[in-house]
């Protein structure tokens, strides 16, 4: 069975502070996994994915992630939080069986604080 | 990148009546998508899973015979709420796999009078 969980469900950090939203997943197959961002009353929006290929794995708007696999862990980063980065981030994992399954986790609310 | 509409974007019904909403591949063929609810402040939670030219497969817990889902052609999708009851307010958002990407649509906020 695959989840995802997202240890913190909201974080806070100042402008210009890093930024971390831990990740962690389980799943019995190989996964791919992603990093969705959500701002109030609009659509997802891709950040980045990891499908087996370089463990770090940098998106757009200054993010990265790290797959660690002995630690079952795709946490996102950023060096210097921005005000606009406030929205809620989802990471999901995604395994190809029979069928896709894609799995969202719980989410984590970021707040930038100026 | 690969583009997923749908539509309608947002839909007011009375209680009792049914609605569907669309959702299309547009520049892609997509023989599974995926069917997700959100609530206010909640994540997306997997409803069902559209294979074309078969039955979906739904999550435990969601109603099959509530939410009727049909995936008729390989670019579209249809989830359909029958029997519509202010509980059924939500935000209905679907994806389309393409390659090993999930692809979303912009979603459906749905109001249950």
Known sequence: AQSVTQLDSHVSVSEGTPV???CNYSSSYSPSLFWYVQHPNKGLQLLLKYTSAATLVKGINGFEAEFKKSETSFH???PSAHMSDAA???CVVS???SYDKVIFGPGTSLSVIP | GAVVSQHPSRVICKSGTSVKIEC???DFQATTMFWYRQFPKKSLMLMATSNEGSKATYEQGV???????NHASLTLSTLTVTSAHPEDS??????ASHGNEQFFGPGTRLTVL
Do not use: A, G
């Not at chain 2, 109603?63 to 889902?69: N, P, R, T, V």
């Open chain 2, 90 to 95: 939500s935000f209905y958002i679907c994806s």
């Open chain 1, 95 to 97: 395994v190809k069986t």
């Open chain 2, 63 to 69: 109603e099959k015979d509530k939410f009727l889902i």
């Open chain 1, 76 to 78: 996102l980063t950023k």
């Open chain 2, 24 to 26: 299309r591949s547009l």
């Open chain 1, 20 to 22: 971390l939203l831990r």
């Open chain 1, 88 to 90: 809620e981030y989802f």
